[in-house]
């Protein structure tokens, strides 16, 4: 199992950016995503997740920071997960993890805390500046 995360860089307040995990070794529509933050100093904190699915329905969560600006989705053809990052703000600023865990058939629902999730990506740094 592989997850490698990227699109990471420098950006804009106010600006968009979007993060891509590909992801091996793992029929996705059987899997709960997740992307998680780490900022210097601080605890990894979840931002987003999406369940799996397996029955053709999934559900997303965000974290309250986030809501209404950032947008997780799935490509599973691909292979990949994706976070749409929009108005960036400086305190979105950090290293970006994606996490993956398998789920049981007919699960639609996920979770942000870090000890939900077994398999993990290298991370990709988020810089916000102007």
């Known amino acids: 199992v592989q997850l490698q995360a990227s699109g990471g860089g420098l950006v804009q307040p106010g600006r968009s950016l979007r993060l891509s995990c590909r992801i091996s070794g793992f029929t996705l529509n059987y899997n709960a995503i997740a992307w998680f933050r780490q900022a210097p100093g601080r605890e990894r904190e979840g931002v987003s997740c999406?369940?799996?699915?397996?029955?053709?329905?999934?559900?997303?969560d965000y974290a309250e920071s986030v809501k209404g600006r950032f947008v997780i989705s799935r490509d599973s053809a691909a292979n990949r997960a994706y976070l749409q990052m929009n108005t960036v703000k400086p305190e979105d600023a950090g290293i970006y993890y994606c996490?993956?865990?398998?789920?049981?058939?007919?699960?639609?629902?996920?979770?942000?805390?870090?000890?939900?999730?077994?398999?993990w990506g290298q991370g990709t740094l988020v810089t916000v500046s102007s």
């Open positions: 999406i369940s799996g699915a397996s029955t053709g329905v999934s559900s997303t």
């Open positions: 996490a993956t865990v398998k789920q049981e058939y007919g699960d639609t629902w996920c979770g942000l805390s870090p000890r939900e999730y077994r398999h």
